[in-house]
C-alpha cells in the first residue's frame, strides 16, 4: 500500500494557474503509474491525467488537453499537476492515486488505481 498526501490547491482567477503536488510513501514509487481524478460537487469522480512509471508517457482528459500538464519526479517520489488557463468549470477537489499494478501502461479509469489521497480544493472564480 502507498500513502499520497496532496498539496497546492486553492482559490484562483479564471485564467491563473495552480501547481498541485502529490508525495508518495509507503512503497515503489517509480514502479506505478500515477494518475490524478477530480470531483466537482454533484458529480461523479472524472480522470484529468495520468502517467506512467518510468514518466515517459503521458494521457489527458479532453476538457484538460493542452492547459495541464502531469509530471513525476521518481527521486523525489512526487507527481505534479500543471494547471494553466484556469476555467470556473475546472472548480473541484482534486485527488493524486496510485495504479493497482506496477509497470503498467494505459491505466486511466477509476478501478485501475488502488491508493488514494485525501484531496485538495482547487475553487477558479471568474
Known amino acids: 500500500q502507498v500513502q499520497l498526501v496532496e498539496s497546492g490547491g486553492g482559490l484562483v482567477q479564471a485564467g491563473g494557474s495552480l501547481r498541485l503536488s502529490c508525495a508518495a510513501s509507503?512503497?515503489?514509487?517509480?514502479?506505478?503509474?500515477m494518475g490524478w481524478f477530480r470531483q466537482a460537487p454533484g458529480k461523479e469522480r472524472e480522470f484529468v491525467a495520468a502517467?506512467?512509471?518510468?514518466?515517459?508517457?503521458?494521457y489527458y482528459a479532453d476538457s484538460v488537453k493542452g492547459r495541464f500538464t502531469i509530471s513525476r519526479d521518481n527521486a523525489k517520489n512526487t507527481v505534479y499537476l500543471q494547471m494553466n488557463s484556469l476555467k470556473p468549470e475546472d472548480t473541484a477537489v482534486y485527488y493524486c492515486?496510485?495504479?493497482?499494478?506496477?509497470?503498467?501502461?494505459?491505466?486511466?479509469?477509476?478501478?485501475?488505481?488502488?491508493?488514494w489521497g485525501q484531496g485538495t480544493q482547487v475553487t477558479v472564480s471568474s
Open positions: 492515486a496510485a495504479d493497482r499494478r506496477p509497470y503498467r501502461l494505459g491505466a486511466r479509469d477509476l478501478a485501475d488505481f488502488g491508493s
Open positions: 509507503g512503497r515503489t514509487f517509480s514502479s506505478y503509474a
Open positions: 502517467i506512467s512509471w518510468s514518466g515517459s508517457t503521458t
